[in-house]
């Protein structure tokens, strides 16, 4: 075992619910690795549907930057099967999950991704609580036995990577996404839009 892996355990088992955990923090943390995630999505949404060009434009993106990151994370699972905490005994699964590879993170991956696009694209008060929420669902996750604190790290670094990479292809190519991304919105969401629902 490295030395990395001795700090990586070492510190799961610091944040790690023990036996005698409490019941009321368990239920906390399973609310938040659970369903804290249906935030972002939402989110993206109401920026596109109730927003203005810019707001649109940074939503779009940061949902191309989460796709790219997720498929780079499917990639180094492939190459790479690192196991979760509770598969090599650490902790008990105080959530039910399957036993696949931990690293990176995809909960943690997503909200760093559309945290960090966000302040890239100037929605500075949306992005830092967008990653402030995305720490404290990589505290839930590594409590409850699913991650080590190394996975949501790797996360934030693949986050960066998926950045990195989408930058040059979206100031060439953003313009047109937008363009029949704004075109297909507008056939789907017609009825709404005629209505005053939602921004045409």
């Known amino acids: 075992m490295t030395t990395l892996d001795t700090w990586d355990r070492t510190l799961f088992l610091k944040i790690n619910a023990g036996a005698a955990a409490p019941e009321a923090l368990l ?20 920026m596109w549907v ?27 699972g492939l190459a790479w099967q690192h196991p979760r905490p ?8 105080w959530l039910a999950h399957v036993a696949d ?12 991704c ?9 929605e500075t008060t949306l992005g830092i609580v967008t990653l402030v929420l995305g720490f404290v669902v990589a505290w839930s996750r590594i409590y409850l036995g699913l991650h080590f604190p190394l996975d949501m790290l790797g996360a934030v670094v693949v986050a960066c990577l ?3 990479a989408v930058s ?33």
């Open 101 to 112: 590879s931990s690293f990176p993170s995809d909960h943690m991956t997503v909200f760093a």
């Open 86 to 93: 509770f598969a090599v005994g650490l902790s008990r699964p």
């Open 27 to 46: 239920n906390t943390a399973i609310f938040i690795a659970t369903d804290a995630i249906y935030v972002i999505p939402l989110m993206l949404v109401a």
């Open 114 to 122: 559309v945290g960090i696009t966000l302040l890239l694209g100037g």
């Open 162 to 164: 998926a950045c990195v």
């Open 50 to 76: 109730w927003g203005d060009v810019k707001k649109r434009g940074v939503a779009l993106s940061a949902c191309v930057v989460s796709f790219v990151s997720l498929g780079l994370n499917q990639v180094i």
């Open 168 to 200: 040059p292809f979206w100031r060439r190519m953003g313009p047109a996404t937008m363009r029949i991304a704004g075109r297909l919105y507008g056939k789907v969401f017609a009825y709404p839009i005629a209505r005053g629902w939602v921004r045409r």
